[in-house]
């Protein structure tokens, strides 16, 4: 069977190898004219399900629970599992325990486990939340490190190309996000910035917790961080605006001072394609599959997406019933 995958963002990517590992051959369509660039690019590579309970549904936990060993499987070495550390100051205590009773699959952690946790935030924070099943990957290495897998297992990649038409294949994956002809969804823009100092090591994710702007530090190589946490109800795709990058700075400054004299050295834009309950959806269309909705969990979410789009494209006798497995979760949630 030849598929044709439209978009390699982290859907397309991953529906490829689901597809590939299957037996299909592989063709994957790209409107840019080379990998990244998209929302997957820009994204904070978490794999964090149960921190992500804390403002989504149940749903998102249910199919987030197995992403890192699939990320581990597909992309061997690209996982690092040393959970997520949630911290907030004496004054936002409120904001702890608000977190803590959304979630679950933590344990609280005192100023001195805080420390052995993380050196460099020692005497800074009282109490925090650490979830030790939670893990996080670099978006770039991750995407380049499947590409790379997917081009051995012999998909094809055609960069430049005009996405809509798949005349000469039995099948199409619909994985273009906002540029997908759907009057449903919704863009929400995320911003983000990549700063570098030697003066501060994190050995996984930490959040911060404060009333006005929440912020995630995501550790990465060569000293660097990403930080993020804004979620915009836009569809604007301009530079990183003067107030968010004062609010991720000033959060990241709140979080360790040394932050104040970080390089800025990347600053980036991804509008994060949403239904109307934030919530993903597979869905048959003809002898097309269209995978759209990951929202803010694209790595969280796209391998069991993906999953459940290559069973839509290798049971054909029972299309409806796969289309509504998601509908099924979400009524349920």
């Known amino acids: 069977m030849r598929v044709l995958v439209q978009g390699a963002g982290v859907a397309g990517l ?32 978490m794999l964090a399900p149960w921190c992500e309970r804390e403002s989504a549904e149940q ?11 699939w990320w581990e499987a597909a992309t061997p070495g690209q996982v690092t599992r040393a959970g997520t550390l949630v911290v907030a100051a004496p004054r936002d205590a409120g904001e702890l325990e608000r977190f803590a009773s959304r979630t679950s699959g933590h344990r609280r952690v005192d ?20 979830f030790p099943d939670e893990a996080h990957l670099d978006p770039h290495q991750a995407m380049a490190a499947l590409h790379d897998k997917l081009t051995a297992m012999g998909v094809e990649f055609r960069f430049g190309a005009d996405t809509r038409h798949g005349s000469g294949f039995d099948r199409q994956i619909d994985c273009t996000g906002m540029a997908a002809f759907d009057d449903r969804l919704r863009g929400v823009r995320g911003e983000m910035l ?29 000293h660097r961080f990403m930080i993020g946490a804004t979620m915009i109800e836009s569809q604007s ?7 968010s990058m004062m609010e991720l700075l000033g959060a990241a400054y709140a979080l360790h001072p040394a932050f104040g004299e970080a390089e800025i050295v990347e600053t980036g834009v991804g509008i994060r ?4 309950d934030n919530l993903p959806r597979v869905e048959a269309r003809g002898n097309a599959v269209a995978i759209n909705g990951l929202y803010r969990h694209g790595f969280l979410l796209a391998p069991a997406m993906a999953r459940q789009g ?21 009524r349920s949630a």
């Open 14 to 45: 991953t529906a490829a190898f689901e597809l590939a590992t299957r037996g299909a051959a592989v063709t994957v369509a790209e409107t840019r004219h080379a990998l990244g660039g998209n929302a997957s690019w820009f994204a904070g590579g």
């Open 194 to 222: 990549i700063l570098r100092t030697p003066d501060i090591s994190l050995s996984r994710p930490v959040r911060l917790l404060q009333p006005r702007f929440p912020l995630y530090a995501v550790p990465r190589t060569d």
């Open 111 to 130: 100023e001195d486990e805080i420390a052995l946790l993380e050196p460099d935030l020692a005497g800074r924070f009282r109490r925090g939340l650490f």
């Open 310 to 330: 290559a069973e839509l494209v290798f049971r054909q006798d029972k299309p409806m019933e796969l289309a509504n497995e998601t509908d099924r979760q979400r």
């Open 59 to 69: 749903l998102v936990l249910d199919l987030g629970r197995d992403a890192a060993d």
């Open 237 to 243: 795709v301009g530079p990183v605006t003067a107030r």
């Open 273 to 276: 394609p949403a239904f109307p």
